[in-house]
Nanobody, 128 residues
Framework: QVQLVESGGGLVQAGGSLRLSCAAPGFTLEHYAVGWFRQAPGKEREGVSCISYSDSSTYYADSVKGRFTSSRDNAKNTVYLQMNNLKPEDTAVYYC?????????????????????WGRGTQVTVFS
């Protein structure tokens, strides 16, 4: 069973920054598109970003565009989500997920069932 591992969450004041990491022990993220999702209490899990393997192209939800940046270091088998200018509405559990059916993200479309392997999430709490 492949289990991704997120880290880097925490408590931060509005306007602050965090960098999340997504590692994949025993599994190679290279060649696959990797997405970030988040789920706030009482809400559906929503897509935040996707980064392709083939050209490292990235796509973002409108709510985070211009503030969040996804990157990947294939040598370290790790994907990152840099989150700047955080807002209280960004508070959620953040998950990374690998889409083994695609090496390239299908645009700013985040279809949960296309992602095969997930992490357990890391909590991000933004206070004002």
């Amino acid at each position: 069973q492949v289990q991704l591992v997120e880290s880097g969450g925490g408590l931060v004041q509005a306007g602050g920054s965090l960098r999340l990491s997504c590692a994949a022990p025993g599994f190679t993220l290279e060649h696959y598109a990797v997405g970030w999702f988040r789920q706030a209490p009482g809400k559906e899990r929503e897509g935040v970003s996707c980064i392709s393997y083939s050209d490292s192209s990235t796509y973002y939800a409108d709510s985070v565009k211009g503030r969040f940046t996804s990157s990947r270091d294939n040598a370290k088998n790790t994907v990152y989500l840099q989150m700047n200018n955080l807002k209280p509405e960004d508070t959620a559990v953040y998950y990374c997920a690998a889409n083994t059916m695609r090496s390239r993200c299908p645009g700013p479309i985040f279809t949960r069932h296309e992602y095969d392997y997930w992490g357990r999430g890391t909590q991000v709490t933004v206070f004002s």
